[in-house]
């Protein structure tokens, strides 16, 4: 593997190339977790790097989409200083995915299953050792334990039975039928502000710079509108041609 590029000096550089570059400059170890051409899985950087090894909540200076020079480099050197780890967790997801399909569990996305917790485990044990079967099978059973059926294909065959769904499809009319009717006089109230705020959408300094903006947040009429506009989007924007069909409302 060629050396990685030093970074540039002196402009921003977008925080998913400042990844990238660190991600392929940790070498032979972390091919579980990256795809055919070297990049982290998009799943490896959503689950792993941001939260677990970034943690922009307790760096908000490495949140920005883009990175001053002194920031770029410190999200570098935390990745690369994170290699053992990454590669452990990396030995950890291939014997999980192992006796994942051993045990013939076969519901939902491995990643999203097993990733964080095979993070967890390189971070307490290290990369998989002796007895480390034994976890494996451990964690790949209380993941299937706490789904308990709470999955995609189990709502999908849930709702294949027509008589189910029509019992659900009926319950949702009959809730939607009976929901709460708010005030004329409350409703042509926020759609008056929501007006006059849209209309400033379009001046400069943009619909903060007008007073119907915090009157609306602050009475609690953004969900006031959105009742209205669900119930009758034509009598709030006096157009019938609205296509709501498409849950389009403006």
């Not at 091919?31 to 799943?43: I, V």
């Not at 998989?128 to 299937?144: F, L, T, Y």
Request: net charge neutral; aromatic share 4%.
């Amino acid at each position: 593997m060629p050396p990685p590029s030093p970074l540039p000096t002196g402009e921003r550089r977008p925080r998913a190339m400042v990844i990238d570059g660190a991600w392929r400059a940790l070498g032979p170890g972390a091919e579980p977790l990256s795809g055919p051409g070297g990049a982290p899985l998009t799943r490896t950087v959503k689950l792993i790097v941001l939260p677990l090894i970034v943690r922009p909540a307790l760096r908000p200076e490495l949140a920005a989409d883009f990175l001053e020079p002194p920031e770029a480099a410190r999200l570098d050197a935390l990745i690369r200083e994170s290699r053992p780890r990454l590669v452990a967790t990396a030995g950890w997801f291939t014997l999980l995915k192992k006796t994942r399909r051993a045990l013939g569990v076969v519901a939902g996305n491995p990643q999203d299953l097993y990733f964080q917790r095979c993070f967890e485990l390189a971070t307490e044990h290290g990369e998989p050792a002796a007895g480390a079967a034994a976890v494996a099978r451990e964690v790949v059973g209380d993941i299937a334990d706490a789904a308990d059926g709470r999955t995609v294909g189990a709502l999908r065959d849930h709702l294949a039975d027509a008589g189910r769904r029509a019992r659900l499809d009926a319950a949702l009319a009959a809730a939607w039928d009976a929901r709460r009717q708010d005030p004329a006089a409350d409703t042509a109230a926020a759609v008056a502000l929501a007006t006059e705020a849209l209309d400033a959408c379009g001046t400069p300094g943009g619909p903060g710079n007008t007073p119907s903006y915090p009157a609306m947040v602050e009475r609690g009429h953004g969900s006031l509108l959105g009742r209205a506009v669900w119930a009758g989007a034509g009598d709030v924007w006096a157009r019938a041609d609205l296509p709501t069909h498409l849950g389009l409302t403006a």
